[in-house]
């Protein structure tokens, strides 16, 4: 196996770092990994927002649910869509754009997470550990004021790196063959969800986390503790309004 392959499958999400800082060395070439990413059309609509600052840090804590890590991490990468640069590009050399609208939005999401994904990667791949923070569409309004950001951007996610100060095991992955679909979609029998899930539904932490909420299931861990119904449609809400506010629907 290759050195990058062994870093894709050695992949953890680290919740604890050392306050070592990251080398300006290192940074650079992690950001500059990040623009070697598949883009839409070579457009490179997307930006980040490296967040190193104690006190920036601080007032991005509470956008992510004050978990301990958006604080304690060195470095914080918002990833971000963004049509506002490619516009005013587009308008200095009198051309019309026309991004301001859902396709858009999905084309300049993709190359966020794309970016942020190769960060991730060339981070790992120098010994750093990464954590995706889930919580950036949630509060995405609200780190929109705090980083400033302008009409046709929008934060998607968030990434903290920095030296690991723990070690934890590999995390579990459903199998291939309930993920993969050769040629057309097969969907999916009763059979087939109690095989794929099976593994999982098994595990020791799996049956902690049962005995912890007293819950029959772990899908009902899912839908009655981490992600209610009610939270979704809420947070779907704010989120909505969000890209109302920056410009991507007039359409």
């Known amino acids: 196996m290759s050195d990058m392959l062994n870093t894709i499958f050695n992949h953890k999400s680290i919740?604890?770092?050392?306050?070592?800082?990251?080398?300006?060395?290192?940074l650079q070439e992690i950001l500059e990994a990040g623009t070697r990413a598949s883009t839409t059309g070579n457009m490179q609509i997307y930006s980040i927002i490296v967040t190193r600052d104690e006190d920036m840090k601080k007032r991005l804590a509470p956008t992510h649910?004050?978990?301990?890590?958006?604080?304690?991490?060195?470095?914080?990468?918002?990833?971000c869509a963004d049509i506002n640069r490619f516009n005013k590009w587009c308008e200095?050399?009198?051309?019309?754009?026309?991004?301001?609208?859902?396709?858009?939005?999905?084309?300049?999401?993709?190359?966020?997470?794309?970016?942020?994904?190769?960060?991730?990667v060339a981070a790992e791949d120098k010994g750093l550990g990464i954590c995706y923070l889930g919580t950036t569409t949630y509060t995405a309004d609200k780190i929109i004021d705090i980083l400033e950001l302008p009409k046709g951007v929008i934060p998607i996610t968030t990434v903290v790196v920095g030296h690991p100060d723990e070690n934890p095991g590999l995390t579990d992955?459903?199998?291939?063959?309930?993920?993969?679909?050769?040629?057309?979609?097969?969907?999916?029998?009763?059979?087939?969800?109690?095989?794929?899930?099976?593994?999982?539904?098994?595990?020791?932490?799996?049956?902690?986390?049962?005995?912890?909420?007293?819950?029959?299931?772990?899908?009902?861990?899912?839908?009655?503790?981490?992600?209610k119904k009610?939270?979704?449609?809420?947070?779907?809400?704010v989120f909505f309004d969000v890209l109302k506010k920056q410009g991507f629907f007039n359409q």
């Not at 026309?98 to 794309?114: E, H, P, R, S």
Request: proline share 4%; glycine share 2%; with cysteine.
């Open 173 to 227: 992955r459903l199998p291939l063959e309930g993920i993969v679909h050769y040629e057309t979609y097969k969907d999916y029998s009763k059979e087939d969800i109690d095989n794929i899930y099976s593994e999982k539904e098994s595990l020791e932490s799996t049956k902690q986390l049962l005995e912890e909420n007293q819950k029959e299931n772990l899908a009902q861990i899912f839908t009655d503790n981490r992600y």
């Open 92 to 120: 200095q050399r009198n051309a019309e754009p026309g991004y301001d609208n859902f396709l858009w939005f999905t084309n300049a999401v993709i190359d966020a997470m794309l970016v942020a994904q190769n960060c991730c």
């Open 230 to 237: 009610a939270d979704n449609l809420h947070f779907s809400g």
């Open 15 to 26: 919740r604890k770092y050392k306050s070592d800082p990251i080398s300006e060395k290192d």
């Open 65 to 79: 649910f004050n978990q301990p890590i958006a604080t304690q991490a060195p470095v914080l990468l918002t990833f």
